[in-house]
Nanobody, 122 residues
């Protein structure tokens, strides 16, 4: 599975961005698509995930109500709509493909896209 992330950029506090992640290759081997982020000087953390079949989602607490993850199976693409952005959301965002529902650990995601930088100015 190859993943291509895009959509990062610079936005002001309170603004919105939508990240995209397009999958190719043996996409049927993955059950979920997730997003992680890594802020400067911090470890990478789980943000959200969606399963390809059914579209069920789950989120880390700090983004609930602000971020929405979704997927378009026909396009093999997942999205992360980020609203009400805060400076603490500044990070490199990575999409990843995993095999287990409710996985949140990096170890449970087998394939990773390159990061896309999101910068939220105050």
């Amino acid at each position: 599975v190859q993943l291509q992330a895009s959509g990062g950029g610079l936005v002001q506090t309170g603004g919105s961005l939508r990240l995209s992640c397009t999958a190719s290759g043996r996409t049927f081997s993955s059950v979920i698509m997730g997003w992680f982020r890594q802020a400067p000087g911090k470890e990478r953390e789980f943000v959200a995930a969606v399963n390809w079949v059914g579209g069920n989602t789950y989120y880390t607490g700090s983004v609930k109500g602000r971020f929405t993850i979704s997927r378009d199976n026909a396009k093999s693409t997942g999205y992360l709509q980020m609203n009400s952005l805060k400076p603490e959301d500044t990070a490199v965002y990575y999409c990843a493909a995993g095999r287990r529902w409710l996985a949140t650990s990096e170890r449970e995601f087998d394939y990773w896209g390159q990061g896309t930088l999101v910068t939220v100015s105050s």
